[in-house]
């Protein structure tokens, strides 16, 4: 079946980049987000990327799309201490009907 | 705006007993979701709403698990009877639409513990 694949933990030192890897299987998906979800809170969106595109820069935040893989990543630029969080990676598609499946969080 | 918000925050509650979540969306939001996220299961989308009509409930567990949205700005999840292994952080969200990189604002959830 469908699947969304996270490594479950990343640790960096404070100014290092910070790359977070998904891959997904199912090639109909049209967005793939990244949330961020701190201790005790909901998931908060980061960012998306259309299944056209292969890149998205936003701040410190680079999304890049291997769509042939069905390899997403999320790289952090210069992270933080407030950076740390679980990072979720999604995939959301409307074939038939809303489908939408996480992954299981890389704990940063 | 307030954002989404759920009640209880935490609940604790005995096998067989029927346990009752709540969640106002974000006022003007079209559609609600509910999730459920567990180390073993990591985050699934239980059901969603659009316009307070139940689009998609195929990921609900079991026939104990129902959902309401009785008008606009109030949903309910319920479970009777209520089992150890439902167990779980259950988590309310709100969209004004889907795609097109309509965001999902979470609420904080509610941390279900079932003895």
């Known amino acids: 079946g469908e699947d969304v694949e996270q490594s479950l933990f990343l640790s960096v030192r404070e100014g290092d980049s910070s790359v977070i890897n998904c891959t997904y299987t199912?090639?109909?998906?049209?967005?793939l987000y990244w949330y961020k979800q701190e201790p005790g809170a909901g998931l908060q969106l980061l960012t998306y990327?259309?299944?056209?595109?292969d890149m998205k820069q936003d701040q410190r935040l680079t999304v890049l799309l291997n769509k042939k893989d069905k390899h997403l990543s999320l790289r952090i630029a210069d992270t933080q201490t407030g950076d740390s969080a679980i990072y979720f990676c999604?995939?959301?598609?409307?074939?038939?009907?809303?489908?939408?499946?996480f992954g299981a969080g890389t704990r940063l | 705006d307030a954002g989404v918000i759920q009640s209880p925050r935490h609940e604790v509650t005995e096998m067989g007993q029927e346990v009752t979540l709540r969640c106002k969306p974000i006022?003007?939001?079209?559609?609600l979701f509910w999730y459920r996220q567990t180390m073993m299961r990591g985050l699934e989308l239980l059901i969603y709403?659009?316009?307070?009509?139940?689009?998609?409930d195929s990921g609900m567990p079991e026939d104990r698990f129902s959902a309401k949205m009785p008008n606009a700005s109030f949903s309910t999840l319920k479970i009777q009877p209520s089992e150890p292994r439902d167990s779980a952080v259950y988590f309310c969200?709100?969209?004004?639409?889907?795609?097109?990189?309509?965001?999902?604002?979470f609420g904080p959830g509610t941390r279900l513990t079932v003895l």
């Open positions: 969200a709100s969209s004004l639409g889907l795609g097109r990189g309509n965001e999902q604002f």
């Open positions: 199912d090639s109909s998906s049209t967005y």
């Open positions: 990327i259309f299944s056209n595109m």
């Open positions: 999604a995939e959301w598609g409307y074939t038939g009907g809303f489908k939408t499946i």
């Open positions: 006022s003007g939001h079209d559609y």
């Open positions: 709403f659009n316009n307070n009509v139940p689009i998609d």
